[in-house]
């Protein structure tokens, strides 16, 4: 931070002679403040709002009910729990078997290997052909809209799922779960990033994972309950599935619509409506402040558009780098063994000889709920960048490891070699919730105002395609390879591990102004966490001359 301020200040050489409304402060402010220069970037005015200056504690108690918004709308996430569980451990119950299996010659039936690959990849199919359509959809019907939309595909796929006598009526249903999964993956977290305060929007934004991780341990006890004492019954895991869906109905119609959406459309009426609704109560918040900081950032973005905004804004100029950035979070998640370790949990610890898979699939899914806890606890504390490359470091060496226990024993039937490969599972599980959560966070974080929608689809489809493509992979080659699969996954990651040392920034709260100015300035990403901003000072000059929240300025000098 400058300690001679007159040094950041440089004289209001705009040539619109209509200044912006900053709530109450007098015009003579407005001129004081002027626009603040940091390294040649100038400024556009107020883009930080002064309640970036809280502590964490203070930011969560002052926006509670903002919070409680977001964790009831993250609600759907059980469902994808669900899917992303149920796939592994639904497939080793012999009622399953026994309806959706076919027999051999002595009248033991199995399942197609080409059916059960084929379950697991249209929850990938589903989410792509979401991804053609949901961004027009959310920037032309509004964020609310898309939620009521993504309820529609997963009530649709749970029908399915749930009158299904043969294997191509479970697909449909995993192709609408996964429809209903691509929705909420684009729209959830644009809508977090949108009403979160920056101070507490990592947290925020990730939490959706901890719903997803509580899904998760719910198939997989359920499972593990239905093969001990019913194994002939799996239907009452999938009619479990309703409760979910009910709720999320509930708590997504009591969720206001975005400010953003309706700020982008220029109404501002509408949108100082929805942030009454969600900051209505809060000590201190100026609404026409706060709204002026959102058109600002707006009209920012939309000015370096040099054309009609189209989805291939995204790769071009600074775009580029953040739409890269995301993709290689993207391609992280499915390359750093999660088909392995968590889609094909129950089978792959089958061959590997654990007496007890299912359960070994709970440890797993209470390891992730418990990362997922540190994870959303700590990423607005100590940041994002650090804790996600070191965890992808960290996994990409338990991959080798993985692999390399195939000669302890650990797929030879070996009680010493199994549970260590579980034990190993778990650090890895730990290790790769951050990274899986990684590219729904800078996916929503990174990418402009303007191109929050459009950039989502893109790189969840790159994750889409990689996902069909090892689930279709897996299978096989877990057959053939057993653990020694680690290998593969593990060689797979080094090269992500790089490119996220080089490309992923540290975005801890920073506001969407500063992430367009870090851009724009062409900041390493590895320098994020240390640059100060011409939006920061401008910020700190408004604080000196209104003062803080809750405070009073006797005076202006």
């Known amino acids: 931070m400058a300690n001679n301020e007159t040094d950041i200040r440089s004289p209001a050489t705009d040539t ?99 059916w059960v690959s084929t379950w697991s ?7 792509i052909l979401t991804f053609t ?9 509004g964020r609310k809209a898309s939620f009521y939309l993504a309820w529609s595909w997963l009530a649709l796929g749970c029908m399915f799922i749930n009158v299904a006598k043969s294997p191509s009526v479970w697909a449909l249903g995993k192709l609408c779960n996964g429809a209903g999964v691509g929705v909420l993956q684009v729209t959830c977290q644009i809508y977090a990033m949108e009403v979160s305060p920056n101070k507490i929007r990592g947290g925020l ?57 309706h700020a982008r459309h220029g109404n501002k009426e509408k949108a100082i409506k929805c942030m009454k609704q969600l900051y209505g109560g809060v000590e201190g918040y100026d609404f026409e402040e706060e709204y002026s900081i959102i058109e600002k950032t707006i ?20 775009n580029l780098k953040r739409t890269l950035t995301v993709m290689v979070l993207s391609a992280g998640q499915q390359l750093a063994g999660l088909v392995i370790i968590s889609t094909y949990s129950t ?44 965890c992808q470091t960290f996994a990409t060496v338990i991959l080798f490891v993985v692999g390399a226990l195939w000669w302890t024993g650990a797929q030879s039937g070996s009680v010493t070699g199994g549970t260590v490969l579980l034990v190993i599972c778990c650090f890895w599980s730990f290790s790769f919730q951050p990274i899986s959560m990684s590219y729904y966070l800078y996916s929503a974080e990174l990418p402009s105002a303007y191109l929050r929608t459009k950039t989502g689809p893109v790189t969840f489809f790159i994750n889409s395609v990689l996902g069909i493509a090892t689930c279709y992979a897996t299978p096989p080659m877990l057959l053939k390879m057993g653990v020694k699969s680690g290998f593969v996954f593990g060689a797979f990651s080094v090269p992500i591990c790089i490119a996220m040392w080089l490309m992923v ?26 640059t100060v901003t011409a939006v920061e000072e401008e910020m700190q000059t408004v604080v000196q001359i209104k003062g803080n929240i809750g405070s009073e300025v006797k005076t202006v000098e």
């Open 133 to 141: 359509h949901i961004s027009w959809f959310a920037d032309r019907f």
């Open 299 to 318: 009209e920012h973005e939309k000015g370096l558009l040099t054309s009609k905004i189209n989805t291939l804004d995204i790769l071009k100029g600074r």
């Open 347 to 390: 089978y792959f610890f089958s061959l590997a000889g654990l007496s007890d898979p299912f359960l070994a699939t709970v440890i797993l899914s209470c390891v992730n709920l418990f990362a997922m806890i540190c994870w959303s606890l700590s990423t607005d504390k100590i940041g994002r960048r650090l804790i996600i490359c070191c």
């Open 16 to 114: 619109n002679t209509e200044k912006p409304a900053f709530g109450h402060v007098e015009q003579s402010v407005l001129e004081e403040i002027g626009h603040a220069k940091v390294d040649g970037y100038e400024s556009y005015g107020l883009a930080k709002s002064r309640f970036d200056n809280l502590t964490i504690p203070q930011t969560i108690w002052k926006f509670k009910r903002v919070v409680l918004i977001i964790i009831s709308v993250y609600t759907g996430y059980i469902c994808e729990g669900f899917e992303l569980n149920s796939s592994g451990s639904v497939i080793a119950n012999a009622g399953f078997i026994r309806q959706f299996g076919s027999g051999d010659d002595t009248g033991v039936r199995s399942l197609s290997t080409t």
């Open 121 to 127: 990849a249209l929850l990938n199919v589903g989410q």
């Open 505 to 530: 920034p540290e975005t801890k709260g920073r506001s969407a102004a500063e992430i367009d100015e870090l851009y724009e300035r062409q900041i390493p990403a590895w320098r994020w966490n240390k």
């Open 205 to 261: 934004v990730t939490f959706q994972a901890v719903w997803s991780d509580i899904g998760g341990i719910i198939i997989a006890v359920m499972m593990q309950q239905l093969n001990s004492k019913y194994p002939d019954n799996y239907l009452l895991a999938m009619r479990i599935l309703w409760a979910p869906i009910g709720l999320m109905l509930i708590c997504w119609f009591l969720a206001p619509e975005s400010p953003w959406f």
